[in-house]
């Protein structure tokens, strides 16, 4: 129970800090993420996720999601992305971060990756994120972790 007040609290504290800002685009959507190579098959995690544009190209992507894994409960996690144009509407980018969950322990981790981004219409972006997640645990090995989400910029 305590586990659930957390991630709601970590919930609301994100989207709070988004709707907070006035400078520079942001955007709030759905995620899903896979964590394979956790040596307890795979994980799945869904729940929020959101961007805020620090600088041209330069933003920062909090997400908190529940893991739907037996024995496990949330993973905070956020990451910086430095974003390229490849085509009008295209978007790539690498991904650096920092990660705690508790998969199998309380685990503290470091995100190294790529993604993408697509846009869809005047509001909506779907993207793709895979990255590798260096935990700093003794019980788990380093996942890779694929993300799946679609954003709605405000």
Known sequence: MKRIYLMLAMTLLCITTMSAQEKGQWTLGPAMKVYANTGMGGVVGLGPAARVNLLDGL????????LTSRGSSVDVSCNVHY??????????YPIAGISF???KDFAFG??????FDCRLGYHWDLYLNVNWLAECSSSLRNPVVSTLGIMYRF
């Open 101 to 103: 969950n508790d998969i």
């Open 83 to 92: 974003t390229f144009e490849v085509a009008p509407k295209w978007y790539l």
């Open 59 to 66: 933003r920062l992507e909090p997400s908190v999601m529940v």
């Open 110 to 115: 470091f995100n190294l990756g790529a993604g």
